[in-house]
């Protein structure tokens, strides 16, 4: 059963700590995209990858945030330092470039005090 | 920037009853997708549509892409309590040849009275 994996599922930190956040997209994909949902903003679009290069990340806090993909098989998203206002929802999706069908991971559930 | 009018925000149904939302844009896409998302959970894909006019069913959900290419919507026939969540749709251009991104609407919460 493919599907996207998302570590950690959950995550309480400290404001002014490092924030990794790591996605495993489904096998095959050529397209990884980063996004963050809050109940004020909903999903917003941080950063995508197409063959893991880096196509946009206009979304994205150049000043903390930074976004790469290693290998094919990981996408990770950095904050560092993180504030209180990174509390959020982040989801990792991928896709095939020649379909607009995204498939979700379940979440990092990310609070920073 | 590009964005997604999705309505209504809530809606509080019947069992039984029949359900409409919709999504319109400012702007022309290639791709309108339905999502729903179940708390704790990530977007679930329902419907994919690919041309306009295209009309697409999933068991009970039914979706149109508009003939203008500026709106969706989706219908849900004879809700059940499992239809309670938040569905979104997303529009997808393609500009300067690269893939687009994929632009959320802000949700539809949909609750059924048992």
């Known amino acids: 059963d493919a599907r996207v994996t998302q570590t950690p599922r959950h995550k309480v930190t400290e404001m002014g700590q490092e924030v990794t956040m790591r996605c495993q997209p489904i096998?095959?994909?050529?397209?990884v995209f980063w996004y963050r949902q809050t109940m004020m903003q909903g999903l917003e679009l941080l950063a995508y990858?197409?063959?893991?290069?880096?196509?946009?990340d206009s979304g994205m806090p150049k000043d903390r945030f930074s976004a790469e993909m290693p290998d094919a098989t990981l996408a990770t998203l950095k904050i560092q330092p993180s504030e209180p206002r990174d509390s959020a929802v982040y989801f990792c999706?991928?896709?095939?470039?020649?379909?607009?069908?995204?498939?979700f991971g379940e979440g990092s559930r990310l609070t920073v005090l | 920037g590009q964005q997604l009018n999705q309505s209504p925000q809530s809606m509080f149904i019947q069992e039984g009853e029949d359900v409409s939302m919709n999504c319109t844009s400012s702007?022309?896409?290639?791709?309108w997708l339905w999502y729903k998302q179940d708390p704790g959970e990530g977007p679930v894909l329902l419907i994919a549509?690919?041309?306009?006019?295209e009309l697409t069913s999933n068991g009970r959900l039914t979706a149109q892409f508009g003939i203008t290419r500026k709106d969706s919507f989706l219908n849900i026939s004879a809700s059940i309590p499992s239809d309670v969540g938040i569905y979104f749709c997303?529009?997808?251009?393609?500009?300067?040849?690269?893939?687009?991104?994929?632009?959320f609407g802000k949700g539809t919460k949909l609750s059924v009275k048992p």
């Open positions: 999706a991928s896709g095939l470039r020649q379909h607009g069908e995204l498939f």
């Open positions: 096998l095959g994909h050529n397209t």
């Open positions: 990858f197409r063959n893991r290069a880096p196509l946009d």
């Open positions: 702007s022309i896409f290639n791709t």
């Open positions: 549509l690919y041309k306009a006019g």
């Open positions: 997303a529009g997808q251009g393609d500009y300067g040849g690269s893939q687009g991104n994929l632009i």
